[in-house]
């Protein structure tokens, strides 16, 4: 009997609640009866409603290399005139766009106005370890911080997202997370779809109150399956339309939900490129039909509307999908394109896009096996507080659990054979390769073509990765669904 089965015999509800106070006043639990466990409760997942796609698609601003970022209380709507509560950097929900260019310095001024510690992660840049947003390396309430680092990596899409221990998944989905765009001179060259045609995209799911404000209250279920809301927003809006051109787009797309995995693709069924992941351009586009993205990863794709007639709309939506226990059984749309302008479009498709020489697996010193699917049970096989696991073990700020050597490369495998919830793992402080998956699904995906730092473990599953550590200091990886995070499944890592 899995974890879940022992919830739905034993009827056990709302054993879970937030501890701590919450960040919002006036932002209370609205009526979630239906996510938390009665006896006899049958659907447990968390399932998607629709609203009409009627607003215009937003674009946070966009900033460079140097600039403030203050997470605070703010005002913003995510449903159509409902003005709520949220967390944001800036004036609204989300913060800003970051887009730099590869070798300049980046400097950026975090101030803490929340009235509890927080800090800022940089995911999927390559940064040193005392600006990487730790979760021993806090900025207290009423505190600042400044992020100092110099850039050098390829051209890929990253984002930022607090990183407090126990507090990410909250802080996370009230509002706090941004998008950043790396570019260099080599990706210019390619010419891909830029301006106007370039369209950054932070996918989340929400829970929202009667106002139209996002909620986090996890109950144990959501604790186990990831803090899964009924809203799916885009750059903060709710059913976002956005017009488009005959023309190809580039959609670069950050999966910033705390639990929900999205099986993306097109309402028209047409194939799309994939042409990057987590950490830049693949060798070569891959022409998909649909892409999984967990939480934390990106893709890169470009999707031809040339074809598509004047006065048509076509959806971004979430096919279902098989193989994660908790979710995957429901289709929805997610963001609504309506092709209004036809123009001509110069685009042509490079032959050969980023540089991904494999890394080979004679070269590694060291093989590390982590058991991901230890489920701890507590009394009478309840489930528990820090029920997630790695290796057996839940995070502790203080304990240094993996000592790597400088510039080693070493292969990791993330066992989920055992277990049976998905596991996006996410490695700190470096990109890796995925070498293969065996059990569950069986196979690599053209987004583990390129450089990854998080990689979707399914129930069932081994995959193994392979890495090298070039940076030195004190690093994480841990589980991106959020709750899981928080929940303990997250050890540290030294380099030296
Ligand atoms: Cu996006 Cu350690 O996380
Ligand atoms: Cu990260
Ligand atoms: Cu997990």
Known sequence: MNRQDFLKTLGLGAVASVTGSSLLTGCNTHDMSGMNMTPGMENMRPSVTEIPFTTPLRFPETITNTGQLTAKSVIDAILPGKNARVLGYRGGMLGPTIRVQNGSDVSLRFTNNLDEESNIHWHGLLVPAEMDGHP?????????????????????????????????????????????????????????????????LVIQDKRLDGNGAPTYSPSMDDVMMGYMGETIIVNGVAGAVQTVSTRVYRLRIVNGSNGRIYNLALSNNAPFWLIGSDGGLLPTAEQVTAVLLSPGERADLLVDFSKVPVGTDVFLKSNTFAGASSQGGQAFNILKFTVNKAETDPFQLPAALGMVSPLSTASATKTRLFDIGIAMEGMNGMPMRGMHTIGGKTYLGSRIDESVKLGDTEIWEFDNSKGDEPHPMHLHSTFFQVLNRVGGRNTLYATEKGWKDTVLVMPGERVRIIAQFTKPGLFVFHCHNLEHEDDGMMLNFRVN
């Open 136 to 200: 021993t390396q806090l900025v207290q309430a009423g505190g600042s911080f400044t992020y100092a680092f110099r850039l050098n990596q390829a051209a890929n899409m990253a984002w930022y997202h607090p990183h407090p221990h126990e507090k990410t998944g909250k802080q996370a989905n009230l509002g706090l997370a941004g998008m950043i765009i790396v570019e260099t001179p080599a990706e210019r060259a390619l010419n891909l779809p830029s301006g106007a045609y370039e369209l950054p």
